[in-house]
């Protein structure tokens, strides 16, 4: 069984987002890295962009296949996981931990309330 | 989605499962990577019971199958094997397949799940002037590869009756060991009678074998393998697809797509164009004297995966397609083949667009590895 984190909000993309404070977390899910496989690249926006919601902010790419990553809410990108391009097996190990991929600045911060609750994300995953 | 008879054996090791040509298959089980090399150094074992069985029988065979398959059979020795094609009139591929001659009189045909049933009607669809029979074996037999170097070694230990060791590559045998022990147990036999047969071909670059093996007791001896086998180690289709990209074996659908001939994928030594006459011969030649395409490997220089479909440019200009691509768990590397224009420059890099960017790559010659 895939985990998943109750102090976290998701996307139907599979991202998870963590508010803390004025900023955001943003990640891929334990469900998402299992699916993909052994995480090989990553591709991660430039700090600094500014990304639409729904928009692809970067792609992360196993052996097998490759997956778009989708902005949450509308931000700005004021952090990028660069130890994860590094070493993209972070996002399998600990996809909720070390393998994180940006920090946000949200530019309404009631977008934020609007993504899926752990137990609809839970219900989504397991239709 | 149709199962193979091991679907339940593959749950229970674990198996993440994809859909491949309408089948519900194993993708990988702990590590699509951990496989691949595994099958590299070691060995492993595949379900490949998607794939199809079909047998020509009859005193036309042969001739048949000089009439429609590109690679010559004739003089091929009871036992060996062929790789070759069946083309249509345009030269178009319907599929790749091995052919082996098991006595002569009856070929066995392995071929690929999604093409079973083109297959078969294209080949009944030819009979006319022949005296043969086309049997569709593919809901009797299962099958399962052992590939590896050391699958001789496990193989030969485990099957001590049918002398593996003294088996050439390439060629097919009755596996006695299976016959004597489980033959009486099957409730419906092989309408060819009780041959279990193993084959030392595969699909990975390394050796190995290939058991077509009646659906019924395929759980039995897949289990026994395991079980006395404990270095090889279930992989799924994900490193079957891996293994062979490393090799620069063709994948139909991906290569051999309609619009080409096997002759743009530089398969000519398994055209036998001399023979006076078989189906697709004169449209392969035109494609010979067109020289329209180059079939290259390449190898990513930046840290990216070029995938099937991913344009190819060369000085901004478009000049052909990705047909396979991924990651080598060996190299480390992002590797793939392409169909581009012929008069592309060899010795300039190549830019393949990857989602919005450009990414630099090199040709190669392949195998890979």
Redesign the interface.
């Known amino acids: 069984m895939s985990e998943i984190k109750k102090d976290l909000k998701y996307t139907e993309e599979h991202e998870w987002v963590l508010k803390d404070g004025e900023t955001m977390l943003i990640g891929i899910t334990d469900h998402a890295q299992d699916s993909l496989g052994e995480i090989v690249y990553l591709e991660l926006p430039t700090v600094g962009s500014s990304l639409e919601k729904s928009s692809t902010f970067g792609a992360v790419e196993s052996t097998k296949s490759v997956s778009d990553l989708f902005t949450p809410l509308d931000c700005e990108v004021i952090e990028v996981n660069s130890e994860a391009e590094n070493a993209p097996e972070l996002i399998n190990q600990s996809p909720y931990g070390d393998g994180w991929l940006i920090k946000v600045k949200a530019s309404d911060e009631a977008d934020f309330n609007n993504l899926l609750s752990p137990e609809d994300y839970e219900s989504l995953i397991n239709e | 989605m149709k199962t193979t008879p091991l679907y339940e054996t593959h749950k229970i090791n674990g198996a ?1 499962f994809t859909n491949f040509n309408g089948w519900d298959m194993p ?2 089980f702990s ?3 951990n496989e691949h090399l595994h099958v590299r150094k070691d060995s492993g074992i595949f379900d490949v019971s998607h794939m199809g069985e079909i047998e020509i029988e009859g005193k036309d065979s042969l001739a048949f199958l000089e009439k429609t398959f590109t690679n010559k059979v004739s003089g091929l020795k009871n036992g060996y094997a062929k790789y070759g094609f069946f083309c249509n009139n345009d030269g178009y591929v319907i599929d790749d397949v091995i052919v082996y001659n098991l006595d002569g009189y009856r070929f066995f045909l392995c071929v690929n799940a999604g093409n079973i049933d083109s297959v078969e009607k294209w080949l009944l669809h030819n009979t006319n002037d022949f005296d043969v029979k086309v049997k569709n074996l593919s809901n009797f037999y299962g099958q399962v590869a052992i590939q590896g170097p050391n699958s001789i070694k496990y193989l030969s230990t485990l099957y001590p009756n049918s002398n593996l060791n003294d088996m050439p590559k390439y060629t097919i045998k009755i596996l006695e060991d299976l016959d004597n022990t489980l033959t009486a147990n099957l409730k419906s036999p092989c309408p060819n009678g009780n041959n279990f047969l193993i084959a030392r071909t595969g699909y990975t670059g390394e050796d190995g074998f290939e058991l077509f093996v009646p659906n019924e007791i395929l759980s039995t001896v897949y289990e026994h393998i395991l079980t006395n086998c404990a270095n090889i180690i279930p992989c799924g289709l ?1 490193s079957r ?2 293994l062979r990209i490393e090799m620069g074996f063709p994948l139909h659908g991906n290569e051999l797509i309609e619009g080409t001939t096997p002759s743009d994928y530089n398969l000519d030594r398994f055209i036998d164009i001399d023979r006076e006459e078989f189906i697709g011969k004169d449209a392969i030649i035109n494609k010979i004297e067109k020289n329209e395409f180059s079939f290259i490997g390449f190898k990513m220089i930046d ?3 070029a ?1 099937s479909g991913y344009e190819i440019y060369q000085d901004e200009k478009l000049i052909g397609n990705v047909t396979s691509g ?2 080598s ?1 060996l190299l ?1 590397k992002g590797i793939g083949m392409a169909l581009v224009d012929s008069n592309f420059s060899s010795n300039k890099n190549l830019q393949i667009k990857i ?1 919005k960017n450009f990414k630099d790559a090199k040709m190669v010659n392949y195998p890979f590895i």
Do not use: A, H, Q, V
Request: charged share 35%.
């Open positions: 993440k993708l990988w590590s699509l990577e994900g697809d891996t840290n990216s995966i995938r991924t990651f768990p480390k989602r």
